[in-house]
């Protein structure tokens, strides 16, 4: 290389745009310019800029000049420093660095990335070396900048100059890429949630039908096994009678499968629960048609309201809604807030005022806005039978002066997560206050479901809704196949 000590001036004038980009450059002078200035040298001259720049444009790795271009700077003495860019284009010949720098987004990481010193150095060495054999050679050897710029000739260990934080960077786009259509999870359906709630008492019970019959044909002793199996699952005396009389009577003395055994079962629990999925009427000749919500603490009387609110209206009816549970301020508090949910006006008194008193105003209220739908809910402390009979009553004797057939309706939350206390808790209210209709909640939760075969087998009361969940539209019309196939684990 003839590279004369000498500060000479390069002619390349048509990388104004990368000198720009060079923080320590003091002034950027034009190489135009300087370009006729370098009489000394003679070999630079031959290189038109106009060709060195062609190429540049073509190479798509732009990225490395910036850091390469500090390095010139450290020559004061030289007037004319804005020679680096030069060097731009041959990085671009190293193939390992094109692959990394094909896209903007790697370009514009390597720039932003403040490489150590260690990475400036071993960036800037690779330039110089790699220029030659792709580059025209004329300039690269004349450049005296160039031993300058990189006077240290270390190969380089690795193209990667900061493979960390490349890598890094890439690796987390690529992973974006699949976790992105991480969407939010889809809800499940009401029928899914329904199948998940109830599935612990389905696995239980499936799995004892399919100990009874592995490998036994239908005997005495295995009807009498299953029995024990199905009133266990809370299904009740009644219909576990009728699952085992319609399994003997037709596979009586042959082998039978569990999934046979299921099947049955299936069917025959539909016929139990059939006469009870009625859906809610409301008799809107009465105005407000009334609606006391009955049930023990907790097993969802207030959440109910509110979706009931939401579903009616939904559909059009206006609703007033009368915080009835007066013993526990959350409660009169939860009722506002799925008022103000369903639009529906909420009427609440102080807490631990009279029940009956606050059944009464709001009637009156409801009368006076021409509501279609009154929705009353009242406290389950089933701990005081005696009080709690008495205010119920109450309630409806102060009802029955605005209208002898208030409550039209009379609806009784049963936690579906209660086993055989359930029974009884529907025994309890339908004789306190008349319960005339179900609604069974929790179904989504670990429910025990055998237990609403049971309650319908005995009270034969309507079951007009589900409760699937804790949202707003969480409540579903019940539906006997479907309930009799998730307890079944039947498809
Ligand atoms: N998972 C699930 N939770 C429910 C359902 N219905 C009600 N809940 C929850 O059960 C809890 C009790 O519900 P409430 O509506 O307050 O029951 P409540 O009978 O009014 O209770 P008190 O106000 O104490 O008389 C709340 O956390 C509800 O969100 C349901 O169908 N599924």
Redesign the pocket.
Known sequence: MPAPAEPTPEPQPAVPEEVSAQPDEPAPIPAPVEVPTPPTEPTPEPQPAPQEVPPQPAEPVPAPAPIEIPAPAPSPAEPEPALAPVEIPVRSDEPEREQASTTDEVAAIDAEAPLPPGDEEELAAPAAEIFPPLRQPEPVETDPLRDEIAPEPTPLPTPPPAPGKVTVTKKVEQKAEPVAPAAPEPKLSWFQRLRQ?LSRSSKELSGSIAGVFTKRKLDEETLEELEDVLIRADLGMETALRVTDALASTRYGKDVSDAEVRAIMAVEIEKVLKPVAMPLELDLSHKPHVIL?V?????????????LAAKLTDGGLSVMLAAG?TF?A??IE?LKIWGERTNSPVVASKLGADAAGLAFDAFVKAKEAGSDVLII?????LQNKAELMAELEKIVRVLNKHDPEAPHTVLQ?V??TTGQNALNQVEIFRNIAGVNGLVM?????TARGGILVAIAAKHKLPVYF?????QVD??EPFSASDFAKAIAGVA
């Open positions: 709630g919500v049930g023990v603490n907790g097993t969802g009387k207030t959440t109910t309201i509110g979706k549970d526990r959350a409660a939860q809910d009242t406290a389950g402390r939350t936690d579906a909640t929790k179904l989504d939760g589900i409760g699937v969940g804790e969480d409540l």
